[in-house]
């Protein structure tokens, strides 16, 4: 299947915003796909938020400070640090989850910050109806 030149620009576009958002950052995989993912199901478009979905799960679950430090690859993620982390951006993107997705808890979102630490990309933790075209 090739894609249409709205979805190659839609892809580029996306990729464009993730690299400015985590330039300066070294951010371990898990949790920048679990903060991309995040931003792109739940809409949430503003240039510093994923950087910042990023530290307060690197925090709650001891993976990093919360300032841009990460822990070094193989750290094991606190297990209640994931609970405390979907619920702190459960609450401080309440209006962008609530007008994006319908019953979404800190459940949901403590899955995907699970899944992804585990290696799930981007396609596995976002619904197909609301994943973009070329996003993996």
Known sequence: MSKTGEQTANTSSRTAFFTEAF???SVPQGLRTFSEAFCLRFKVNGICDPAYVANVAAKETMLGDGQGTFAPAGTQ???QGIITA???LLFAYATCISQSEAGITG???AAMLRDALDGAPISGLVPDSVTPPGIH
Request: no cysteine; proline share 0%; aromatic share 8%.
């Open 23 to 25: 330039k300066g950052y």
């Open 77 to 79: 993620a606190d297990t």
């Open 86 to 88: 979907a619920d702190r």
């Open 107 to 109: 459940t949901v979102i």
